[in-house]
Every structure is written in C-alpha cells, then in structure tokens.
C-alpha cells in the first residue's frame, strides 16, 4: 500500500498547542488548588461539615463522571466548539466562586466548574490529534500535554497557598479568567474545528448510564481510602461496576453507540487505556502518602511542603521527551513504556527505604516515579490516539483521562488501605481510637497530652505512619512490575498507524 506523507504542523499549530495548554493546565490545578484554602473558606463562608466536603470533592465527581458523555459530545458538535463553551462557562464559574458568599453556591460554582472541567480535557487532547498528524510531532505535543497535566496537581497546590497567603482564597479562582478569555479570544482563529463527519443519533440513554458506572465506583474507592472499608462503601463500588456492565452491553447493541465498539477493537487501544490506568494507580498512589509525609512526618507547614512536592518536577520535564526520542529513535514502543513502568517501580522501591527523617530519599523517590509515570503515560496516550480514528479522537481521549480517574481512585483505596493496616496494627495498644485511625489524630492527641507522653505518641505515630508507606511502597512497585510485564507482551505489535491506515479505518465501521 502506498502512503502519502502526513503534513507537518507549523508555527501555528504549535502555538495553537500552546493556547491549549492553559485551560488543560487550569483544570489540572483546580483538583488541588483548595487544598490551602479550605481553612480560609471555612473561616468565611462557615460550611457545614459535609458542605465543607462538597466543596472540596463535587469538583472531581462531576468531572469524572461527565468525561465520556463530553468526548463523545465533542465528536459530534466539534470539538473546538465544545471546548469555547467549556471554557466560557468554567470562566463564568470561576467568577462566581471567587465573590461565594455561601457554602451552597461555591458547591454549585464548583460543580460547573466540573462541568467545564469536562469539556475542556477530552477537546484539548482530541484537537492535539487532529493539527498533528505526523506521528513524531503527534508524540511531542502528546508528551508536552501529558507533563503539562502532570505538573498542574503538583502546582494547584502552591500557587493555592501563595494567593491564599497574599490575597483572599477567591484569588485561586479569578486566576482562571486571564487564560479562558485568551483562549476564547485566540481559540477561534488557531483551532481547527474537528468532528465526527456523520455521528448519527446521540445516545441519550447512555449518558445516565456512563455517569451510574463512574460515579459509585470512584465515590466508593475514595471513601474507602480515607474512612476504610464499609460495607456501603463497597456496595456503592458494586452497584457502579453492575452499570458499567449495562453501560458495555448497551454500547454493544444500540444502532448509534456513544462508545463506538470498534474503537475497543482497534489495535493497542484497549491495552493502552488498561496501561493507563495501572500508570494513574503509581502517580496517585504515591502522592497519597508523600503529601502526608512531608507535612506530619518530617513537619512541615503546608507551603513548605508543596514548595518542596515541586522538586520532583524537574524529573518530569525531561521523561516525556526522552522517551518520544527513544520510539523515534526505533526503539520499540513496548520496551519504553515497559522502562517507565520499571524506572517507577524503582522509585516505590526507593520510597519504601525511607526512614522518618528522609527528606531527599522521598524526594529523590518521587522524582523517579513521577519521571517513569510520565514516559508510560505519554506513549500510551499516543498509542490510544494513533489507534482511534480521527473522528472518534474525542470519544479516546475521554475513555483515557476516565481510566486516570479510576486508576487514581483505586491506588488510594488499595494502597491507602496497606498503610492504615499497618498503622494501625503498630501503633501502642495504650493508644486512643483517635490516635489509632490516622497520623493526624495521633499528632493531634500529642499536641494534648503533657511532655514525654506526647513526644512518645507522636514519635510512635510518625513510625507507624511510616511502616504503613514503605510496605505500600512495596504494594506498589509489586503492581508497577506487574504492569512492565503486561506492557511489553500486549504492546509488542502495536504501532502507529500511517495516515492511510487511519483513513480506512476511519471510513469502516459505526
């Protein structure tokens, strides 16, 4: 067969990538950017305990559970049309939660926020496939996309404590403004419009469905991470995987699926949204217990501590590109997202080493991991995009950034749930029920109690704490081996496709 040389992308699409990169870096940054504000929001507003909650969590909810419903959206009214509103309506909400003047309507500027959220992930990453069809330029701006994302949870935090610190806890929010008004200024002009070109009847019935199977299931895993296991808990998780069931079957046997079914069967795709998950469950399982640490173990102040969570970082910038250069260089895809799952498998085995005063081992820990996540989760985005057809690029990217939710879910679930275990089976029988459930009841209750008492307790707790990271530490590199295994077997003939390859398959199927 004969192929035709895919266009290069010039200096518009780059800087196009550019302009997009600002709401995906927003987005990114608004899962953490609360993390310093709460206390000040909580001063101001006076929420509730729950609301307090709401406030935090509602965010991530509605943006995990509308990803599928607003890629397959994208696909059908545009993609570029989909991410202008998106973004205006995340820049409208950002307004109102900025100037909330009660608990209700920040959790309701929030939810929309999520909504908005939605919209923006799958178009940014569904447009990078339609300006880059030369696969060595599609793999660069993906690797860019993919640190980008990356980079924005670590630094939502920071910048949250130091507006926080400067100005009002509404400053995190108007800071998304500046970016949404140059991306609804400059987006009409050097975003091409990109959608399905026949996308038949919108499913509407599988929109309640994708919802029922994502929610529960991510609800579920959460609370278990922080409470423990609870037979609610677990229910909520199986009542989300028996819709997830209903949610496939319909996909199977509707005439115009919102999930089109050959996209599962297109080669490498399914293999890659399984790797990706596997590489969320090592980037967030990491994070769950190195934030703990640098706070309560080695006890920093909040700032202090996300200041020092931006080391890793330097890591990140060089993994993407190293491992884009390696496929092009011929080495084959397999072995290098095979190498970063290794590279962070290494790093767990690095944090498992660490002791209660270890501050450049764990450092050191997540720059490694975080650089191994990064060069995995790059190349399987690519593979998952080269895989798809153009017109259902948003539909992929949508299924890939909801396997990152469910893989973030379940690694604090699974190896939250090592750590307690093992907090709790080490800390002193003499201990209060409150000192036994989490550190930060431990340090609290010492903080109480008088001289040597205290100081025992909270020595104690910080051990025990740090016993509970370093078999998780074990628990992870286990499941990250696991995945170097899996990726270099099913990964070994996938490739990319060429651009008359896509063609065809673009022009077979529903």
Known sequence: MTTNPPPSAGRREWTALGVLMLPLLLVSMDVSVLYFAIPAISADLAPTGTQQLWIFDIYGFVLAGLLMTMGALGDRVGRRR?????AAAFGAASLVAAYATSAETLIAARAVLGIGGATL??????LVRTMFTDPGQRAKAIGLWSGVMTAGVALGSVLSGVLVEHFWWGSVFLVNLPAMALLLLLGP??????????????DLLSVPLSMAAVLPVVYGLKEIAADGWNVGYVVSVTVGLLFAALLVHRQRTTASPMIPPHLLRAPGFTPAVVLNLLAAFGMMGSAYFTTQYLQSVLDKSALQAALWALAPSVLIGVAGPVAVTLVQRGVPRAYVVAAGFLTSALGYGLLSAAGTDSLWLVLAACGVMAAGIVAAMSQLT??????????NAGTASSLMETSTEFGGALSMAGLGAVGTAVYRREMPDTAS??????????????ERLPGRAGDALATAAREAFTSGMQLAAVAGAAVLLAAAVLAAAALRRAHVKAPDELRELSSSGA
Request: hydrophobic share 50%.
């Open 382 to 391: 690519d593979l998952a995009l080269s895989a798809a057809p153009v017109r």
């Open 121 to 126: 992930m799958p178009s940014t990453l569904g």
């Open 82 to 86: 989909l991410l202008l509103v998106g």
């Open 189 to 202: 002009v050097l975003l091409p419009e990109a959608k399905h070109p026949a996308p038949g009847r919108f």
């Open 433 to 446: 029920d409150t000192a036994r459930e989490t550190l930060g009841g431990a340090l609290a209750v010492a």
